[in-house]
């Protein structure tokens, strides 16, 4: 992979950490199936999404699971689905981990749903994600570049999520009564922004807590709806095949040749992401010139100011949002 393709993908899961409310395992475990997208459902005007992915053998409910979301970053630098649409670039686009077809094989769940989102070296299925060992140490080099010495473990990349809320202004108290914390049963299930206090899901965002919001930088922009669908042109590909195969298939989920309900979030996931992804490359191109994502071919040929509608790097990063009910 390199050692830019390790950057790339410990700043997904740093940033995933703490972008979500969650104490569950480490997400190194993630396969790529265990990623969707859920509507913010107590947001106003707008129709939200939040990344949303599973957490298993959590240190107090072993081998329970736990669902978890990361909504955007107002400072793009620590936006984890932003990260997470970078990461997924490179894999498809510029790797090739897939091959020439650049996308899962949603044939079936058996040739997909298996797949790490982190992958590592190792063939055995109980370590082929990225290790403990790596994770730490990309972790150490950052957080020596910025003149920290003293938390170098991978914690960082757990519960991380509580620690940012509370940095944000957040009631920590408040917080872990939504979480896996609370003994009477609530948890932070699918949807964060639903169960978690809004005040929490802003300070998420960056907003602060007074104004109790969820931030979607540039949702609103006019971008080419064709450029858009060449990121990841498989999300709209595999859509009707998925659809027409899941008529032919029992309704039962659980079953190997069940319905394949995550196929579709996938490809859900994938068509909002290459919104997001186009936003944070113009975002960042300027910021960093020789990033292998923000100048791939696709976004160097044809500036962007040609795909987005009244295009200014000003009008990617105004405060939009919308407010969250309690």
Not at 126 to 138: F, G, L, N, V
Request: some cysteine; aromatic content about 12%; hydrophobic content about 35%.
């Amino acid at each position: 992979m390199g050692s830019m393709g390790t950057w790339l993908m410990v700043t997904a899961i740093f940033a995933l950490s703490h972008g979500c409310i969650g104490r569950g395992e480490d997400i190194r475990r993630l396969d790529i199936a265990d990623m969707w997208v859920a509507k913010a459902q107590r947001s106003a005007p707008h129709d939200l999404w939040v990344v949303t992915f599973v957490l298993r053998n959590g240190k107090t409910v072993h081998g329970g699971v736990e669902f978890t979301g990361a909504g955007r970053h107002i400072i793009p630098e620590c936006c984890g689905p932003s990260a997470l649409m970078v990461w997924l670039f490179y894999n498809y686009n510029i790797v090739g981990r897939f091959g020439t077809d650049a996308k899962p094989d949603f044939r079936g769940k058996p040739f997909w749903y298996y797949e790490r989102l982190f992958p590592g070296g190792s063939t055995d299925p109980e370590k082929d994600h990225i290790s403990y060992a790596t994770h730490q140490k990309y972790l150490k080099m950052a957080l020596r570049a910025c003149d920290f010495y003293y938390c170098w473990t991978t914690h960082l990349g757990r519960h991380a999520g509580f620690g940012a809320s509370e940095d944000g202004g957040a009631d920590i108290a408040a917080t872990k009564k939504h979480s896996r914390h609370d003994t009477g049963g609530k948890s932070a299930e699918r949807n964060y922004s639903s169960s978690v206090p809004a005040e929490s899901v802003a300070a998420l965002c960056g907003l602060g807590t007074d104004l109790k919001a969820i931030y979607f930088p540039g949702d609103t922009v006019d971008i080419d709806e064709d450029y858009i669908k060449g990121v990841f042109p498989f999300a709209w590909s595999a859509m009707p095949g998925i659809l027409q195969q899941n008529k032919d298939r029992s309704k039962d989920r659980n079953d190997v040749g069940g319905f394949d309900q995550a196929a579709v979030d996938n490809c859900e996931l994938m068509q909002l992401g290459s919104k997001w992804l186009v936003i944070h490359v113009a975002q960042m191109q300027d910021k960093f010139p020789d990033h292998p994502v923000f100048w791939h071919a696709y976004f160097r040929a044809g500036p962007l100011d040609y795909r987005i509608t009244g295009f200014t790097v000003e009008s990617l990063v105004t405060h939009e949002c919308s407010i969250l009910y309690e």
